[in-house]
Every structure is written in structure tokens, then in C-alpha cells.
């Protein structure tokens, strides 16, 4: 079976919502993410896929990678998971999605009309109750571990 490289982001803001965008194509609530480009790495991904299809701007969160002055480091994704995509241009093909944990830093929520249908923050309390893939509410709940509590 053909496999695509793609690449997500779990992102909260400050009030510990996260960042969904409904999908035209499939009609569901997602995180933002995409596939991988020539010449780009999974987290490069990631962050563009979230500022594309938002507006929002995002840091990576997680363990710092490995460091050596030899060597250029990617940070380590929070998950990678390996999903079925039903596409009647492509055909029936398999997802490896890398997905990171961020925070998001700046920029104004626009959603990108040519690839979702909208963009918001949600509760994570509330995301049971959207149209979501089966994995998505079990994944934004313990992504939310990570975030740095206030004190």
C-alpha cells in the first residue's frame, strides 16, 4: 500500500484550548497538519501547516532533541501514528503522521477557506461533542498533560 508522510499539531493557547479546523473533504473537526514537503522536516510541517490553515504562529513543545555540533537535531513529535485514507484521486493509501504538541505564539486566527472550513479554539472539555476522528479527543487529552500549568 502507498504511504504518505504528513505531518499535525496539537496546539493550545494560553487558556488551554486547543486549535481545530473542520475539513472540508472529510466533514470533521481536526488539528491542523498536512502532508510533508520536498525538502522540509516533519516539525518544519507541522508549524506550517498550523500558519497556513490558521494564521497562528506556534512553538514546538516536548523533551529538547539531542544536541551535537555535528549533527542538526528535529524535535521528537509527541505521537506518530499510521492511519487508512479512503481519496478518490489517489486511492486507498495509508497516513504516517507525525504529531507534535505546541503552544501557540502569535498571529490571528484566519481560517484558509481553500482547505478548511473553519478554524477555532475549543475547550478540550468540549471536543467530544464535534465530529472528530475516533482517536482525536483520547490524543488532545493527553497532549494537554504537556502544557505548562499556570502556578
Given at each position: 500500500?502507498?504511504?504518505?508522510f ?7 493557547n494560553d487558556?488551554g ?5 473542520h475539513?472540508n473533504k472529510i466533514?470533521?473537526w481536526?488539528?491542523p497538519?498536512g ?16 500558519h497556513?490553515e490558521t ?23 509527541f505521537?506518530?501514528i499510521e492511519m487508512?485514507i479512503e481519496?478518490r484521486?489517489?486511492?486507498?493509501h495509508r ?9 501557540a505564539?502569535?498571529?490571528d486566527l484566519?481560517a484558509?477557506?481553500?482547505e478548511?472550513g473553519?478554524?477555532?479554539?475549543v ?10 476522528p475516533a482517536e482525536l479527543?483520547?490524543?488532545v487529552?493527553?497532549?494537554a ?6 502556578a
Amino acid at each position: 500500500m502507498i504511504r504518505h508522510f504528513t505531518s499535525s499539531a496539537i496546539v493550545f493557547n494560553d487558556e488551554g484550548h486547543v486549535l481545530l479546523v473542520h475539513h472540508n473533504k472529510i466533514d470533521l473537526w481536526l488539528y491542523p497538519g498536512g502532508h510533508v514537503d520536498p525538502n522540509e522536516d516533519p516539525a518544519e510541517a507541522a508549524l506550517r501547516e498550523v500558519h497556513e490553515e490558521t494564521g497562528i504562529i506556534a512553538d514546538i513543545l516536548g523533551p529538547q532533541p539531542f544536541r551535537h555540533p555535528a549533527v542538526r537535531s528535529i524535535p521528537s513529535p509527541f505521537a506518530i501514528i499510521e492511519m487508512d485514507i479512503e481519496d478518490r484521486k489517489v486511492g486507498p493509501h495509508r497516513h504516517i503522521d507525525f504529531v507534535y504538541v505546541c503552544q501557540a505564539a502569535g498571529g490571528d486566527l484566519v481560517a484558509q477557506v481553500e482547505e478548511v472550513g473553519g478554524a477555532r479554539w475549543v475547550p478540550v472539555e468540549n471536543i467530544a461533542a464535534l465530529r472528530t476522528p475516533a482517536e482525536l479527543p483520547a490524543l488532545v487529552s493527553e497532549a494537554a498533560r504537556l502544557i505548562p500549568q499556570p502556578a
